[in-house]
C-alpha cells in the first residue's frame, strides 16, 4: 500500500494570492479544508513537501506529518495539494500504477513512485512533468483535475453541505428573534456560537466554534470559519478563521482568508452592470471565470478600511491595507489608496508583525514562532520588483 505525501506548488500556484499565506490543502473547499477531503478520499497523509516557508509552522501544528523529508522510502502516491476534492478524481488517482502520473492541464496532479527525494520535488508544473519523463514514468493526460483558481473555492460552496436542519453544537446562544432558513440546506453550527437578534441565516451555510453573528443576514452557501465576527450581509462566500467583518457592508461571493479585518461599510461587487461573466487576472495575462457573480479574494493578514468598494473578481495580497475604490489586484504588504490619491507605499515589517501579534492577543491566543517565520518569508520574498519601496508604518 502506498504512502500519500502532498506537494505544494509556489510561484506558479494559481490560487494566489491566497497561497502566499498557507499551503493550497489548507484552504476551505465545500465547507471543509481541502486536506481534509484529500485524507478521507486517498487515505492517511504521511508527508508534506512545501516552500520553505511553511516549514516551521507545519512542523508546529501538524506534528504527526512529516515535512520535507530527505527521503520516503518504499511506494509513495504523491499528490499535488491542488487536486480537486471529487470522487472520480480520487478514483483515477488510487488507479495509478506504480511509474504513472496524471498531467492535468500542464500541471501534475499525482504520481506513483519509489523513493522520492525532498530535492527532486522543488519544481512544479511542466517541471515536474519534466523530471517524472526523466525517470521513466508514463504520463496519463486527465485535465480538470486540478483546482485552477480561487474562484474555483467560492463555486465549491455549491457542492453541497450534509445534513438537514439546524444543527447545534455545545454551549450555542440563539437570541430571539432569529430566523433559519434550511430549504436549500442545513445551517450547521459549532460549539460556542452566538447569533445575536435579527439574525437571518440560509442554508446551506456552516459557522465555526466561537464565532459571533451580529444581527446579520446570511445569504446561503456560507463558510465562517472559527473565530470570526460577522455582520452586514454575506453571500456565496467563505471567511476563513479569526476574521472579522462585524459590521455594516456587503460580502458576496468571496474568498477572506484569516486573520482579516472588514470595516464598516466595505462592499465586495460581485457583478458587472452589464452581467457579463467576470475575469480576473493570473499569470498569464486575463482569464474569463465563466461566472457571473464574483467578488473577491481577500488574503491573510489583510486590511479593508470602512468604506472601502472593491471590484468584482480583484485579489487583496498578504498583509495589504486597502482604503477607497480597488479597481486593480493590490500587491501583498502594501497601503493602497490609488483613488484617494496615495502613492502605494509598502509596509514595515515590524509593523505588520506588531499588528498580528495585537490581533493574536484580543484572541487570548499566543503566537507561534512558525507564523512569524512565515511572515518574515513572505514578506522578505515579495520585496523588490513587487511593490513599491520606502516603508511606512500605519
Not at 495509478?96 to 501534475?108: T, W
Amino acid at each position: 500500500m502506498s504512502t500519500v505525501a502532498l506537494f505544494e506548488e509556489d510561484a506558479s500556484n494559481p490560487m494566489l494570492p491566497l497561497t502566499l499565506a498557507k499551503p493550497t490543502f489548507r484552504l476551505i473547499y465545500s465547507y471543509r479544508p481541502i486536506l481534509t477531503h484529500l485524507k478521507r478520499g486517498l487515505g492517511r497523509v504521511t508527508a508534506f513537501f512545501v516552500p520553505d516557508r511553511f516549514e516551521l509552522l507545519l512542523r508546529e501544528t501538524e506534528p504527526e506529518v512529516a515535512v520535507n523529508p530527505d527521503l520516503m522510502e518504499g511506494e509513495v502516491l504523491l499528490v499535488n495539494s491542488r487536486l480537486r476534492p471529487e470522487k472520480e478524481v480520487f478514483e483515477a488517482v488510487k488507479q495509478l500504477g506504480v511509474g504513472q502520473f496524471i498531467l492535468s492541464d500542464g500541471s501534475v496532479a499525482a504520481a506513483r513512485l519509489s523513493n522520492p527525494r525532498a530535492g527532486d520535488l522543488s519544481g512544479s508544473g511542466p517541471q515536474m512533468a519534466q523530471w517524472l519523463r526523466r525517470l521513466g514514468m508514463e504520463a496519463l493526460q486527465r485535465d480538470g483535475s486540478l483546482l485552477m483558481g480561487p474562484w474555483e473555492l467560492v463555486t465549491g460552496l455549491t457542492k453541497g453541505l450534509a445534513g438537514t436542519g439546524v444543527v447545534y453544537g455545545s454551549h450555542v446562544d440563539v437570541e430571539e428573534p432569529v430566523y433559519f432558513d434550511t430549504a436549500k440546506g442545513p445551517v450547521l453550527l459549532a460549539d460556542e456560537v452566538k447569533l445575536e437578534a435579527f439574525s437571518r441565516v440560509a442554508g446551506p451555510a456552516l459557522i465555526g466554534k466561537g464565532s459571533v453573528i451580529h444581527s446579520a443576514r446570511l445569504n446561503g452557501y456560507c463558510y465562517i470559519g472559527e473565530g470570526c465576527r460577522v455582520g452586514g450581509e454575506v453571500e456565496g462566500s467563505v471567511v476563513q478563521g479569526h476574521s472579522n467583518k462585524a459590521h455594516f457592508g456587503y460580502l458576496g461571493h468571496s474568498y477572506v482568508g484569516e486573520w482579516v479585518n472588514i470595516g464598516a461599510g466595505a462592499v465586495t461587487s460581485d457583478l458587472k452592470n452589464t452581467y457579463g461573466s467576470i475575469r480576473v487576472t493570473v499569470q498569464e495575462g486575463r482569464k474569463d471565470t465563466g461566472l457571473v457573480k464574483l467578488g473577491s479574494f481577500v488574503a491573510d493578514l489583510c486590511k479593508v478600511s470602512i468604506n472601502a468598494s472593491v471590484y468584482a473578481g480583484k485579489g487583496l495580497g498578504m498583509g495589504c491595507h486597502v482604503h477607497g475604490v480597488v479597481a486593480e489586484d493590490v500587491k501583498p504588504f502594501v497601503i493602497y489608496g490609488r483613488s484617494l490619491g496615495w502613492k502605494e507605499r509598502e509596509l514595515l515589517l515590524d509593523s505588520v508583525l506588531e499588528t498580528f501579534r495585537r490581533m493574536k492577543a484580543r484572541r487570548n491566543l499566543p503566537v507561534l514562532k512558525g507564523e512569524e517565520v512565515l511572515i518574515r518569508r513572505a514578506y522578505e520574498m515579495t520585496a523588490g520588483a513587487s511593490r513599491p519601496q520606502g516603508g511606512r508604518r500605519p
